[in-house]
């Protein structure tokens, strides 16, 4: 009698992971609308093309050749070997073995399984570059002092989960290779093994009894490990695998010099000047500028959850890499930081924040990082998602200057300037043609 | 030197085609002062109908956006939008990245819209259209590099337009280790021209600088009076004789104007 025991358990586990996952990515979804609104829903087909050729097609990746390359490996393994998943979850509810060997003829299923192979010993060997460049090359932009601690641990840890993932895979193929050849149960002989066939003399000598428990361990750790990193997405930096997708679709089109101009203080500007043209009922004045998260609009908020702190926008920083406070990932890191914070806090008092005596600027982001900032848009540009660090740290200067009046002391020298004498120095606007006249 | 004002055309019943916004550094600071002076003889030696607002003329409110004091900058904003649309500006040429992005980007939200020119693109269509005509011979197989201004090239794109210049001019154009779209800032963007850099351990303008010197170019050139500024600080603090000219200023020596 086939026992429909594991197939109970594997359907269980599916559902407690794949709804685990769901009911995390439902709160992610809630957080990131707390965020200020912002129109991103224009030129849809623009945004499109953006978003295959940026995320899809990870054009801007591959300006950093040697990371670039070796992402798409591990980026199109990742896709790819997916296939092979669907086989497996088939297989885990229905009882079936390599269903798909029976739906696709011999040739497409022998290369499906041999490229799955291949794809997955070079993902292996990408993934180890991956650590050495992190533990023993030890390029600067992964070691920097927001790298320290969980983001440091969450890196490797997502390079340890890829090798463990593709071991399993390629041994519980080695394994079933064997039972193929022996002829076990319904063990038919199914696939082609370019890689794992060289892992077969590790099992070869042991009793085919223990081979089959060895390739259900196999199977089941695989296929486990698998769901607990779907569910270890949501808590890491690894978001970014989904999050790039509606990060570039809702990325700024805009020429990157142009800063919004504030609705809100328009408003007031125009009922100096042309009080006719204001809007009169602007009863609920906002607060100018951002000092916490939930003064961002959502795609900053989304920006935060999709930054998989590759550092390329802080090591194209002219203050970073001059040894200025600034890093642009960090400040999309303590976004995120603060957010989480920020929402546990809503989560906990029924959907209402209360003041927990914590902000993002100064507790997260200090003046000095923002204070440091060129505005060039290095960043933004390095940015192989289209993040926009640039936009937090112009919307936390607005309220330093707007709300705090706290602005660097320089600064107050030439805005006095500017309102005074119409130029940042202090020369009077009568002088305007004096160069005419000089020789 | 003779140059056109707005308001007196105006009184005498002409509308320029174009205006020339100089700007805060063009009109006041010494170096820039150089550019502008540049700039209006390559119009004039053009034809080409303009006019500056003089008195008129104030700060676009681009250093007080950055930063962050939204007031200052939309007061300004509205004060010269109101201005430039009561003389009917159409077209406008500035020598300044920052007049040229904040009058592009940020003016047609506040009410006004016209079409702003750099003036290396400009030089460049006047070029091209041969409405000025290049000798060359001066600047022949000189080493030049070019800086690209964050507010020209990242902010809006503009890559070619002065490169396409230096190479008329006969010149050997060589470019920084990080230069176009990855081009490394001045360190004078975002008000940072108006205060002390924060605490680091190099200023940016020495860093850029020092690219500059591994290319090896006898001439630095430049098309934003702030990158100016700190190019040329920058090479007076490494004690470089490398001369760090704007491409209005290039054309100028070059033809002799």
Known sequence: MISILPNIIFTFLLIISVGFFSLNIRKLIKVIKLGKAVDRFDNPSKRLSNMIMIALGQSKMVNKPISGILHLIVY??????????????IDGITGSHRFFSKIFNTYIYNFLIASFEILALLVLISVIVFWSRR???KIKRFLSAEMKGWPKFDADNILYFEVILMLLFLSMNATDLILQERNYDNYYSAGSFPISTFLVPLFDSLSTSSVYYLERIFWWSHIIGIFFFLNYLYYSKHLHILLAFPNTYFANMEDKGKFNVLESVKNEVLLMFYPEKASQNNQNIDKFG?????????????????CTECGRCSSECPANMTGKKLSPRKIMMDTRDRLEKVSKNIAKNKGKFIDDGDRLLDNYISK????????CNACVEACPINIDPLSIIMDMRQYLIMEESSAHPDL???MNNIENNGAPWPYNQQDRELWIQET | ??????????????????????GCAGSFDDRSKKVTKAFIKILNKANISYAILGKEESCTGDPAKRSGNEFLFQMKAISNIEILNSYDIKNVITTCPHCFNTIKNEYPDLGGNYNVIHHTTFINNLIKDNKITISGGFYKGKKITYHDPCYLGRANGIYEAPREVIEKLDAELVEMKSCKSKSLCCGAGGAQMFK????????????????AIKTDSKIVAVSCPFCNTMMSDGMTSK???????DIAQMIEKAEDL
């Open chain 1, 290 to 306: 951002a000092s916490d998260v939930l003064d961002l609009n959502w795609v900053q908020l989304m920006n935060a959850y999709s």
């Open chain 1, 412 to 414: 107050n020298n030439m």
């Open chain 2, 196 to 211: 002390e850099p924060e605490k680091g351990n190099e200023d940016i303008n020495i860093k850029r600088s020092e690219e």
């Open chain 2, 239 to 245: 004690q470089k004789d490398i001369d760090v000219l």
């Open chain 1, 76 to 89: 199109i393994g990742f896709i790819i070997i997916n296939i092979e998943v669907l086989e497996i979850i």
């Open chain 1, 368 to 375: 000095e990082e923002l204070w440091a900032c060129t505005s």
């Open chain 2, 1 to 22: 030197m003779k140059v056109p004002i707005l308001s007196e055309l105006k009184s005498r019943g002409e509308s320029p085609e174009y205006l020339f916004w100089i």
């Open chain 1, 135 to 137: 533990n023993i090359v």
